[in-house]
């Protein structure tokens, strides 16, 4: 059974920073697509910044392009999101995903072709 677990959530004001991982245990993590997506509370999950294990190949939504960075660390089958300049817009639940394979079904955002999701961890960003 894959099981992804989140931390580094938190409180922080606008211009801070915080570091959000994501450890996946009970699967091959290699040569996949993980991702992480947020949601606001009566709103759509959306996509934030996904990176392919396979060959670090990263992806990101234009609102964090230039402020946000995922990496990986394979030996520990980790994932980072590195969100940097923070802003009150960036405030929701932030959730780590896993894709099924190799490919995606569909979009890096979409969040319906990812497979396997962890529990969410909150960030919040104060003005």
């Known amino acids: 059974q894959v099981q992804l677990v989140e931390s580094g959530g938190g409180s922080v004001q606008a211009g801070g920073s915080l570091r959000l991982s994501c450890a996946a245990s009970?699967?091959?993590?290699?040569?996949?697509?993980m991702g992480w997506f947020r949601q606001v509370s009566g709103k759509e999950r959306e996509g934030v910044a996904t990176?392919?294990?396979?060959?670090?190949?990263?992806f990101y939504a234009a609102s964090v392009k230039g402020r946000f960075t995922i990496s990986q660390d394979n030996a520990k089958n980790t994932v980072y999101l590195q969100m940097d300049n923070l802003k009150p817009e960036d405030t929701a639940m932030y959730y780590c995903?896993?894709?099924?394979?190799?490919?995606?079904?569909?979009?890096?955002?979409?969040?319906?072709?990812?497979?396997?999701w962890g529990q969410g961890t909150q960030v919040t960003v104060s003005s």
């Open positions: 995903a896993l894709g099924p394979g190799t490919t995606l079904a569909g979009s890096w955002y979409d969040w319906s072709v990812y497979k396997f």
């Open positions: 009970g699967d091959t993590y290699s040569r996949k697509y």
């Open positions: 990176i392919y294990t396979g060959n670090d190949s990263t």
